[in-house]
């Protein structure tokens, strides 16, 4: 059973379109972060989120805690090819001292 | 570059073999972890590490181990491998302080086992 659900697994659309990953979960998270990763190379982190509520912003990706931090999303605006890659969430479960990964989205961003 | 360095890039070695992985965390970090990644498939936590000492486990096999050197570099030993080990291994560190566990991954070890 994986702690933290990623949907969709792949997504494959064209340059320009908008798109949204969803990070699902029971358990109630004290941060949640979001990496990507490249073929071949380490994932890279790109935000971490710890209020409830909380969006960031990171040129056209867009992040989202849920109210009850339970979930997450990431919005990219006007997707570019360079966008491509692996999608990782990752959150730390309230009380726990570790941090657990979603299986990822796979995004494929089409000339 | 984030700062985190393994060594080697690529390994391939036969089944029943021995391997050590080597990394060395950013400077200033105290921990280190070890991710498991098979083809096509998320990261899966093996172990880590915070100041020399094991601090959390998770799913790592009776043949794999690990350690944390006083310099804060870290190893990981594979034995007795077998073909299914073939994966992307990564390290990443971390300061560990507050709640944010925020990682930062070196560049992975590909190993293949034939």
């Known amino acids: 059973t994986q702690l933290l659900e990623q949907s969709p697994q792949f997504l494959s659309i064209q340059e320009g379109e908008n798109l949204t990953v969803y990070c699902n979960s029971s358990?109630?998270?004290?941060?949640l972060q979001w990496y990507r990763q490249e073929p071949g190379e380490g994932p890279v982190l790109l935000v971490t989120?710890?209020?409830?509520?909380e969006v960031k912003k990171l040129k056209r990706l867009t992040f989202q805690f849920g109210d009850a931090r339970k979930d997450s999303s990431l919005h990219i605006t006007a997707a570019q090819p360079g966008d491509t890659g692996l999608y990782l969430c990752a959150g730390v479960v309230r009380g726990a001292q570790k941090l657990v990964f979603g299986q990822g989205t796979r995004l494929t961003i089409n000339p | 570059d984030s700062g985190v360095t393994q060594t080697p890039k690529h390994l391939i070695t036969a089944t029943g073999q021995r391997v050590t992985l080597r990394c060395s965390p950013r400077s200033g970090d105290l921990s280190v972890y070890w991710y498991q990644q098979s083809l096509d498939q998320g990261l899966q936590f093996l172990i880590q590490y915070y100041n020399g000492e094991e601090r959390a486990k998770g799913n790592i096999l009776e043949r794999f181990s690990a350690q944390q050197f006083p310099d804060l570099h870290s190893e990981l030993n594979l034995s007795s491998l077998e073909l299914g080990d073939s994966a992307l291994y990564f390290c990443?560190?971390?300061?560990?302080?507050?709640?944010?566990?925020?990682?930062?991954f070196g560049p992975g070890t590909r190993l293949t086992v034939t």
């Open positions: 358990s109630v998270f004290s941060s």
């Open positions: 989120v710890v209020t409830g509520g």
């Open positions: 990443a560190s971390s300061v560990t302080s507050g709640s944010s566990y925020e990682q930062y």
